[in-house]
Structure formats: C-alpha cells, structure tokens
C-alpha cells in the first residue's frame, strides 16, 4: 500500500468534499481520515489543523462548522471552531487602533508624526507607531484569570537608534483596549487606544 503524506490527503480530500453538501462533510471527513490514517500516521485533529491552513478549505469552514455543532466530539467541535473563528475575524485584537492616552507622553508627542496606532493581524504579527517609535509586533494570546491577553515583543527604532521591547493589550470595553508598551532599557507607558472605523 503507498504511504500518503499530510499534505496528500489534503489533496484528495478538498475536491471531494467541494462536491458535497453540508450534511455529508463531516462523514467524508472521518471516513478520509480513517482510510489515510494507517498508513500516513495523521489524527483527525492534525487534518484539521492542517486544512485550517490550507486555503482551499478556508471557504468550506462554516459549512463544516454547522454539521460539527450537532457532534458529540468536543474535541473535534473546538478544532472546526477555532477554524471558523480565525477565518473570520482572527481574534477580538485583529485590527488598527488608535491610541489616544499615554501615561508616560502627552498627545503632541505621540501624535507628532501620525496619528498614534498599533495593528495586530489575524497572524499575530504587526506594528505600532507612537512618537518617533516605531516597531514591528510578534505576539500571542496568553489566558489569565481575568481575561485573555495579546503579549508581544517588538523590534524598530526610537529616533532612528535601534530599539526593541515587549508590550501586551487587553479589551477594556467594546471597540477599546489598554496596554502597556515596554522599551528595553528604556521607558514604559501604559495607554488606552480605540478601534479605528
């Protein structure tokens, strides 16, 4: 028997299911999986992780999320939801926002160059801008008892030198979020920002 890779079954899976409606996707799924899955080596889970990234499958998510919601497998119901949740709007920090307080600088410094912003895309990479620094942001969704975070680090310049810190943002009310950006061995500001329209 050929042994299939990961990358194969994903393959051979998007035209069949493509053909299909939505009642018979979550069949085909398991029965895909099982068929590859003795001589691949590949879980359910890891097929859906995979597929998550595989932009084929991208627009059969909903489809595949609304037979999954009448499952009994939790586990496979949190794969497909997380696929359909990133797909559409990444996390409740994708976007630009527009900070308008600094605890450590007032509006005429940080809106000296542009209007003050950071941006987090559904990739949880990004970059910021307040006063004459500027970043490039690599973070990620950290969960606290009180809530879920984005911690970053970041890489740029202040006033052209080189310069690199950390940071993190968390939602304050809707459309707003407070955070803190950090410059090593330098300054620290907590600040406030809203999402830009």
């Not at 059969?60 to 990133?86: P, R, S, T």
């Not at 559409?88 to 809106?111: L, Q, V």
């Not at 950071?118 to 690599?138: A, K, P, Y």
Request: charged fraction near 30%; charge should be negative.
């Amino acid at each position: 028997m050929k042994t299939i890779t990961l990358e194969e079954g994903l393959d051979a899976a998007y035209p069949i299911l493509k053909e299909q409606k939505a009642m018979l996707v979550l069949d085909l799924c398991r029965e895909i999986v099982e068929k590859a899955k003795a001589d691949a080596g590949f879980s359910y889970a890891e097929f859906l992780v995979a597929a998550e990234k595989d932009p084929r499958f991208q627009v059969m998510a909903g489809q595949i999320v609304g037979v999954a919601m009448k499952h009994q497998d939790q586990e496979f119901q949190k794969c497909l939801l997380n696929i359909n949740e990133k797909m559409d709007k990444g996390t409740d920090f994708t976007g630009t926002w527009h900070i308008y307080e600094m605890e450590a600088w007032d509006e005429d410094y940080f809106n000296m160059d542009v209007q003050a912003y950071i941006r987090i895309d559904s990739n949880n990479l990004g970059n910021f801008q307040f006063g004459l620094v500027s970043g490039c942001i690599d973070g990620k969704l950290v969960d606290y008892a009180d809530g879920e975070r984005f911690e970053f680090t970041w890489e740029g310049n202040d006033e052209c030198d080189p310069a690199c810190g950390s940071g993190w943002i968390r939602i304050k009310g809707e459309n707003l979020l407070e955070g803190e950006f950090r410059i090593h061995l330098g300054d620290d500001s907590t600040f406030l920002a809203r999402r830009a329209k």
